[in-house]
């Protein structure tokens, strides 16, 4: 008992001292800015507080986040990395981490990861998408999924049941019960809407539906991408593919039905009208749906002016797909202060941090806590966000945007195809093959 | 100069008095023309003014309404930053902190330096191609100016790297410095003016003693000033209006005091893949930025107009 006591006594005085030491040494290391790059300024609030957070337990590290839009993102930091002044860490998107790292501007934290041994298995993304050739690039931080965006009060004012919506089906030969929602929701100037015989497709004052060409770069993310899937079809073989599908007449099919919405139909507006952004025209009430990514929810129900909920994405003949994609948090090679630009890669991809960010419902984080807690958010704000988080979970029916070399010299040679096809000067079933060889032809080529 | 005004007052009156007596099918057409001109020059100018006095909200709501939706002036408040950032985002505009007063400082800095050092390095310059003789003179100013006309952009990467090399990306003498040293359409502007003035001026000084400098600065200078009031002006407001130069070699808008106006409203932009503007809070921040360059049109305009008749009448 006496031995004991004096044992626990000489130990926690051990531990006083080991704990001043380590605080003095904290204490004694320089005074260190780290500088964190994002695009989203409605995210910002919510990485500031996680900064804080971090400056609290490490009060030699300060953080300094640098936000700019998505464009001006890239450009700005493309301009940094060649003047070698980029932010120590930055925010990773899937779309420009090949490029990245093919010009060696990520840091491998590989070593940082089996030194401190963090868990890469808590994450909902697969992690070792930023990891190639045993070099790790980043740790997810998030995670989106699309789902279809509409106007509650048009489709209620239509008639169309949440059993409508729960169970709708999708093909690209008639478009399934989708497509006579959308003809539903499309309504003329005489008021009759798509199903009617006397439908007057030149004089639509809503459409039923929006959708652009999309971005080629993601494959068209929140666009027919997820549609495209639903037939079956897959754009690459996976991670680091060499090879695109372009050419499979299910994707043919998927962007004709998709551009023909307007083309021949009229339930869409024309690629002309969607300038600027999809957003405009559904805030706007003249489109009664669209489909999204979850990290367009803050952005659209701040700005509606009407009650907007989100359906998951039609059952194709395959089933219900969505893309899931995750951004990471990156070191830039060039960083000055590798092991506390580390420290909060390491807090960011916490489940403190997760947690955080969660509380502040503008994203769902990359751990489990902090989606429940994003899910909570959103529903203090009446927001029912299931149709994301449902797909989310279901392993077997997402999958991953493409991620290859060469992302850029492909975005520029398809882009202006699917324009074509969304302008009805060709045909996808023409055009789509024609274009899947010249991008296969960049890797047999470049390489 | 007394007898021209004089000539050209009487003209204005005959004008005038022909125009009383006869209202001719040209006139009415001709004027219907200026009117729809001035209507396509004013409108996009009203419809900034009318997004910037929407609430974003209405304004995506209504698009069509020619009058602002939702009248408020919260849209100039954010610009201003003088908005608490959680009414930014109820309000469902982007929650980024504005410095306002520093970026108009920055523009103010920047545009000044340049449209000064400009001016004096165009005149020098023009003064030099028109009178001095040395070899290849003719060349030389082809030369400069084949150079000089290509566009912009072209000189992007290598002024770039040259400001890069100096270690001035990210500072305010990084942002100035390559139109610091004028600009070919100065310096051939300037040039025509200066070929135009009477030797015999310039040989008088001389005999009165008076050295090149002194020449170039007592009387060359007071006779252009309506052409250099002119280059003045066009500088200021190409300066005050450039976006690409000032973002690339300021950092990108992430350096403290580099930041200028232009550079500042892009924070307006869609922040997301394919996400909305921030509308009401660009255009309020446009309509602001604007107005030094109204006032500088108010206090000059007629000048510019004077020396552009001035070089009609040659």
Known sequence: ??????????????????????????????????????????????????????????????????????????????????????????????????????????????????????????????????????????????????????????????????????????????????????????????????????????????????????????????????????????????????????????????????????????????????????????LAGTAAMFPMGSWDIGSVTSSATFKVGFAPLPVGPQGRFSPINGLSDAIYAGTKHPDEAWQWVKFLASPDCANIVGDHGVVFPAIQTGVDRAVAAYQKKGLDVSAFTTIAADKDHTYLLPMTDHISEITNMLQPVLQNIFDGQVKAADALPQINDQINALFTTAS | MNSLDLQLQQSNQRAVGTQRRKLSWGRVLAWCFVGLWVFVTLFPVYWIARMAFSTQKLLLADPTNPFPAGLTLDAFRRVLGLLPLQMVIDEGGFPKVMHFGEYLLTTFIVTSAITIGSTIFNAMAAYAFARLRFPFRNRLFYLYIIVQIMPAVLGLIPNFILIHSLGWVGTLQGIIAPSFLGSAFGVFFLRQFFLGINRELEEAAMLDGDTLIGIFWHVILPITLPALTTIFVLAFMTSWNDLQWPYFAGGSGHIEGTTTLTVAMLSFRSQTQRGLPDYTGLMAGTLISIIPMLAIFLVFGRKIVDSIQFQGYR
């Open chain 1, 1 to 282: 008992m006496k031995f004991s006591k004096k044992f626990s006594i000489a130990a926690s005085l051990l531990g006083l001292g080991l704990l001043l030491s380590a605080s003095i040494a904290q204490a004694q290391g320089d005074a260190v800015t780290i500088r964190y790059a994002l695009w989203d300024s409605g995210q910002q609030p919510a990485y500031q507080a996680c900064a804080d957070e971090f400056t609290k337990r490490n009060p030699n590290i300060t953080i300094s986040i640098e936000q700019s839009g998505w464009s001006q993102y890239w450009d700005g930091l493309t301009t940094a990395l060649v003047a070698g002044t980029a932010p120590d860490v930055f925010t990773d998107h899937i779309a420009y981490y090949p490029e990245l790292l093919s010009k060696g501007q990520l840091l491998d934290i590989q070593p940082y990861v089996d030194k401190d041994k963090v868990d890469t298995s808590i994450y909902l993304v697969d992690p070792s998408l930023w990891v190639k050739d045993g070099k790790r690039y980043g740790l997810p931080k998030d995670w989106d999924t699309i789902a279809m965006f509409y106007n509650a009060d048009e489709f209620a004012k239509a008639g169309i049941t949440a059993d409508d919506i729960a169970n709708w089906t999708w093909n690209p030969t008639d478009g399934g019960t989708f497509e006579q929602t959308i003809a539903k929701l499309t309504l003329d100037g005489n008021g009759k809407n798509g199903l009617d015989p006397d439908f007057d497709k030149s004089n639509v004052v809503q459409w039923g539906f929006e959708g652009g060409p999309g971005d080629a770069s993601s494959g068209a993310q929140p666009d027919w991408s997820a549609f495209a899937a639903s037939t079956g079809f897959k754009l690459t073989d996976g991670p680091w593919a060499t090879t695109y599908h372009y050419d499979d007449p299910n994707l043919a099919a998927t962007v004709q039905w998709w551009a023909d919405q307007h083309l021949v139909k009229g339930f869409a507006p024309g690629s002309d009208q969607l300038g600027s952004g999809v957003d405009s025209l559904f």
